[in-house]
């Protein structure tokens, strides 16, 4: 007798309307759990780059500023959103005077100490620093004189050979070329070898805007004096607040060595520079309009020299 297959029940009307709208229902929860956790990450990564660029600045401004003199006047130019100064770029030892006008350095990176050493290679306009015991064995007339830097190349390979400057072994003079610094004046004869230098470069920190950016990008920017002429700005952190109003992005307040406000400060006066950086970052996600995070940090730097 043949067989007799049973036909198969498929799904009802009632069970495809129930199995659709539970699609609908889990699929826009998830879609909605997705959308927010795309906010939520863009949220903390425009939080974490606010951050990191306040921290940039604060390692950079607060650095310059501390290893600057009061009594040197290297501070030049002191305003609301702007400041001016002489920064260390460098520092080394006379390790010879073989003429007048000039000065030899020993190399960078020798084997046994570091007696040479810049972030920033000296050029001509640069200042240098160049200490003076004088006459007297007490310390009551030592002095760091200022000169400009005239030139700075290769010294002969015979320059500052041997101890305590070099090793003629490890340091040889074909791969560790010793410097030689030309300076706009004849330094005097207390200025003797081992005399310590320091070298100095014109730089302006200041709030500006990089070509081709929006009217709210406002980045904290960098200029050197190289060569008797200031270079292009260059943005080292940002975005942050635009420099007006009473929210700017960079201010700059300045105290005398008593704590006192200065309405008119100049360099020889300024003792305390207090910094205040506010930055700005703009989030999207999902439908909803862009979101403004805002942060901000506030330092204290005391100036070298003070008092």
């Known amino acids: 007798m043949p067989r007799v297959t049973a036909p198969r029940r498929g799904f009802t ?3 495809l309307l129930i199995a659709i709208v539970m699609l609908v229902i889990v699929g826009g929860s998830l879609g909605m759990l997705l959308t927010s956790q795309y906010r939520i990450f863009n949220r903390t990564q425009g939080a974490t780059q606010m951050q990191r660029d306040l ?10 500023l501390r290893a600057a003199s009061r009594a040197a006047g290297d501070i030049t130019v002191l305003q ?5 100064l002489q920064a260390t770029i460098g520092s080394s030892v006379v390790c010879a005077r073989p003429a007048a006008f000039v000065v030899d350095l020993p190399p960078l990176e020798t ?6 050493e810049w972030h920033i290679r000296p050029a001509a306009g640069d200042t240098v620093l160049l200490y003076d015991e004088n006459t ?7 002095r760091w004189l200022p000169y400009a830097v005239e030139s700075l190349a290769h010294a002969p390979a015979a320059s ?3 101890a305590p400057f070099t090793d003629p072994t490890l340091d040889p003079p074909a791969t560790k070329p010793r410097w030689r610094l030309t300076l706009s004046a004849n330094p005097p004869l207390t200025t003797s070898v081992g005399s310590p230098l320091r070298f100095l470069r014109s730089t302006r920190y200041s709030l500006f805007q990089p070509p081709g950016a929006s009217a709210t990008g406002w980045y904290l920017g960098y200029r050197e004096y190289v060569g008797g002429v200031w270079q292009q700005a260059e943005p080292i952190a940002g975005p942050f607040e635009s420099p007006a109003g009473p929210r700017a992005g960079l201010r ?8 006192q406000l200065l309405a008119a400060p100049t360099g020889a006066a ?7 950086f506010r930055a700005r970052a703009l989030v999207r996600g999902g439908t909803k309009d862009t979101i403004v995070l805002r942060d901000s940090v506030a330092v204290r730097v005391a100036l070298r020299n003070r008092l």
């Open 270 to 276: 300024v003792g305390r520079v207090d910094l205040a």
């Open 55 to 64: 921290r940039t600045g604060l390692g950079l401004l607060p650095l310059d």
């Open 252 to 259: 700059f307040t300045y105290y005398d060595t008593l704590g």
């Open 80 to 84: 609301d959103t702007a400041i001016q």
């Open 160 to 162: 500052c050979a041997g």
């Open 111 to 116: 084997s046994r100490n570091a007696l040479t």
């Open 136 to 142: 007297r064995t007490g310390p009551e007339d030592d």
């Open 13 to 15: 009307l009632p069970e």
